[in-house]
Each structure stands twice: as structure tokens, then as C-alpha cells.
């Protein structure tokens, strides 16, 4: 029986998590729930899951989730605020921890569970994006393995030949192609993006995801994030990494070797198959997502991105480029720009240019990998900036 920490356990990721461990109870045994302020939801999780602790990164709805499981026998005990979220992923019990958190705000335990060695699964790609070198030397350092959810990743690491981590060119692998669905705007006139709404751009074709990951997949900001993601996991760089659209979503992305042969992993697109894999790595699991029909999906589609219709794309490329701070502040300024748009604040036009002109602001500096203050005061100065330059994007 392994013991299972999942941050983020009402989001999208977490929920999915949760489906699968509850088909194999004789293998796992959930230890730990986390959230933010859905004490509902995690109340709810709580009873059918019955983990030992459960925590609520939000103090006031902790306290409704006491009250909600008052009646409860063998209730979980209950913690309160972000420092709990680090100490449960950390606990002898928990073998696993799902970090599913949305954001930098997952950052802090996500590391924490890296140093505590723990088998950690990621889904939490902006804890990469901000502070890559720190969480992959902390897990190499503590022995943690650190397994991608993200499909992409989950893809790539599925082609990767065994010995990857000594480097790509090592093991006979030339490039990574990451594939992307383009969104729900991929074919939209670009004169009408000024006037779509949040909802329309959480309407994504082919996932049904948090809200925040939604508006990166339409602006293709989160396809940047992914390939920041990849060059931490793989140990690669930029240019040898090629972004493909692939509107089916069927082919999760795939792997180029030197002597012409590339290797794609293919399924339907449901997160509950990475889930799966990285939680029974290197078995394999039964995960409830149906067989692929190949007759059914008749097509696979290929296309270059447009670089005029996806600009959070390519100011991501540049960051990913620069290194030191500039990830950590392209992540802080579009999760800015994202909380503004969804809440009517400024247009969905509007994410790029702020995103842009706070990277302008604030130049990248280098950082060590001690430099773990130095990239959260980097963050705090980004998110400040944003929110400053804000108003000036209001139309
Ligand atoms: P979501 O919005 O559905 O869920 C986010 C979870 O994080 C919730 O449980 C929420 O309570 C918690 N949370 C949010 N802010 C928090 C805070 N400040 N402190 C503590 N907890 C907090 O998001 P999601 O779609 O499940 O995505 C989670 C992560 O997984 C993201 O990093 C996303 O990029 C990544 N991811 C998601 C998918 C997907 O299919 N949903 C696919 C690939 C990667
Ligand atoms: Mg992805």
C-alpha cells in the first residue's frame, strides 16, 4: 500500500487523481487532501477517500470544513493556511504526492515533497517555470522521483530511451516535438480575439480543465510554459525543441532520434492515463479511459503555430531563452494578466501586451540554485508590476 498526498485535490488534475487511486484501493491509501477554499468539495472527497489530514490553504474555510465534518467518524483532522500544505506533502506516510495546485502557489510544497524524496508527480508546471534548477537539483538531490502529468511530458518521457537525464545527445535523441491543440481561437479571425469572452475561452475543444490553464491553452502561453517544462525535465534547450499543432489532441507528442526514427505515445485525451502511468511507473495501471478507435479518429492534423496569433507564445520562447528570473517573471505577469481577464478586468487582446511590457520593466537577472528567495522576490516584483501597468491596458 502506498501512502498519497494530493495538493490540489478539488482542481480538475486532483479529482482525476482521485477516480483512479479509488479503482485500486488495495495499492494506494489516500493520506492527505488539500485545497484552497472549496471546503465543500473537499468535504465530500474527504468522506469517500477518509484521508488522516486534510488541509485548507484558506484559514476562514478551514473552519467550515470542521464544521461540515463534524459528524463524521474518524474524521480527518483539519490544518489551515500554506505552511500545512508543505508539512502534509512532507510526512513519512505519503510515498506519493500529486502536486496539482494551480500556479506559483504550488510552488513551495511541490519543493517541499522534492526535498522529502518523495515519488512526486507534476502537473503543477509553473513550480518548474519559476524555480526549474531548484526543484530538479532538490530532487536529485533527496532521490525524489519526479514524474511529468502534464500529456505532453508524460508523452515525451513514455519515447525517451533509458540514461536520457546524462543527455539528449547521449542516448541518440536530436529533437522533442511538442504538440499542441491550438485552442479554441486556432481558426478564429484575428479582428474578432478583441471581443471573445472568458467563457468562450475556457470552452477548450478537446480538454475540460481548470479555468487558468483554459485562457493559457487559448493564447498558447501555456504551450510556452511547456516547453520551459520540457527543457527542465529533459535537460534540453529551446532550439531543439519544435511546437506542433495537432488539432485532435490525439498524439501527446513525440520524440526525433538521429537515425530518422520518431516515436509518438497516442491516446484519447483524458489526464487520467499520465495519472495512471506515473503513479504505477514502470507498471502499468488500468486508468477507466476507454481504448483508443483509430477508425474513429479517421485523421491526424499537423501545422506550424502562427506566431501574430499566439504572441503569449513567443514572448515565452524569448523567456525560456534569457533564463535567470525571466521565466519566473513571465509566469507572474500572465498569472496576473489571466485573473484579470476572467474577472472582466481587461481583454482577452490585452494578456500579451501586459505580460510584455512587464518583462520589459523588469530585466531578467541570473540566479544560483540557493537563489530560491531571489526568484520569490522576483515573483512578488513581477506580480506588483503587472498589477501597476494594468490599468494602462484597460479599453
Ligand atoms: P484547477 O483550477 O481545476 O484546480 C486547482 C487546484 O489548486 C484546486 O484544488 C485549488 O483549490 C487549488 N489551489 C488553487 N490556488 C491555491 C492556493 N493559492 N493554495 C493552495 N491551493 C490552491 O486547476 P487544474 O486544471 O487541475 O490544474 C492544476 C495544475 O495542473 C496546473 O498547474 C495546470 O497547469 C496543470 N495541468 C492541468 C491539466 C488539466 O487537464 N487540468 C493538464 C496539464 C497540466
Ligand atoms: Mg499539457
Not at 23 to 39: F, I, K, M
Not at 72 to 87: D, I, R, T
Not at 369 to 391: I, K, N, W, Y
Amino acid at each position: 500500500m502506498k501512502g498519497i498526498c494530493v495538493l490540489g485535490a478539488t482542481g480538475s488534475i486532483g479529482i482525476s487523481t482521485l477516480d483512479v487511486v479509488g479503482r485500486h484501493p488495495e495499492l494506494y491509501r489516500v493520506v492527505a487532501l488539500t485545497a484552497n477554499q472549496d471546503a465543500e468539495r473537499l468535504a465530500e472527497q474527504c468522506r469517500r477517500h477518509r484521508p488522516a489530514l486534510a488541509v485548507l490553504a484558506d484559514v476562514g474555510a478551514a473552519e467550515r470544513l470542521r464544521g461540515l465534518l463534524a459528524d463524521m467518524a474518524g474524521a480527518p483532522e483539519v490544518l489551515a493556511g500554506p505552511e500545512a500544505l508543505a508539512q502534509v506533502a512532507a510526512l513519512p506516510e505519503v510515498d506519493i504526492v500529486m502536486a496539482a495546485i494551480v500556479g506559483a502557489a504550488g510552488l513551495l510544497p511541490t519543493l517541499a515533497a522534492a526535498r522529502a524524496g518523495k515519488r512526486l508527480l507534476l502537473a503543477n508546471k509553473e513550480a518548474l517555470v519559476v524555480a526549474g534548477e531548484i526543484l530538479m537539483s532538490a530532487a536529485a538531490a533527496s532521490g525524489a522521483l519526479l514524474l511529468p502529468i502534464d500529456s505532453e511530458h508524460n508523452a515525451i518521457f513514455q519515447c525517451m530511451p533509458a540514461g536520457y537525464e546524462h543527455g539528449l545527445d547521449q542516448v541518440g535523441v536530436e529533437r522533442i516535438l511538442l504538440t499542441a491543440s491550438g485552442g479554441p481561437f486556432r481558426d478564429r479571425p484575428l479582428a474578432e480575439l478583441e471581443q471573445v469572452t472568458p467563457d468562450q475561452a475556457c470552452a477548450h475543444p478537446n480538454w475540460r480543465m481548470g479555468r487558468k490553464i483554459s485562457v493559457d491553452s487559448a493564447t498558447m502561453m501555456n504551450k510556452g510554459l511547456e516547453l520551459i517544462e520540457a527543457c527542465w525535465l529533459f535537460g534540453t534547450r529551446p532550439e531543439r525543441i519544435q511546437i506542433v499543432i495537432h488539432p485532435q489532441s490525439v498524439i501527446h507528442s513525440l520524440v526525433q532520434y538521429v537515425d530518422g526514427s520518431v516515436l509518438a505515445q497516442l491516446g484519447n485525451p483524458d489526464m487520467r492515463t499520465p495519472i495512471a502511468h506515473a503513479l504505477a511507473w514502470p507498471e502499468r495501471l488500468s486508468s477507466g479511459v476507454s481504448p483508443l478507435d483509430l477508425f474513429a479518429v479517421g485523421r491526424l492534423d499537423f501545422e506550424p503555430p502562427g506566431l501574430d496569433r499566439f504572441p503569449c507564445l513567443s514572448l515565452a520562447i524569448q523567456a525560456a531563452e534569457s533564463g535567470g528570473t525571466a521565466p519566473t517573471i513571465l509566469n507572474a505577469a500572465n498569472e496576473i494578466a489571466v485573473a484579470a481577464f476572467l474577472m472582466g478586468r481587461i481583454r482577452y487582446t490585452a494578456i500579451a501586451p501586459l505580460v510584455g511590457a512587464t518583462l520589459e520593466r523588469l530585466p531578467a537577472q541570473a540566479v544560483n540554485r540557493d537563489g530560491l528567495e531571489s526568484l520569490l522576490e522576483a515573483d512578488r516584483q513581477a506580480r506588483a508590476m503587472a498589477e501597476q501597468l494594468l490599468p494602462t491596458l484597460v479599453t
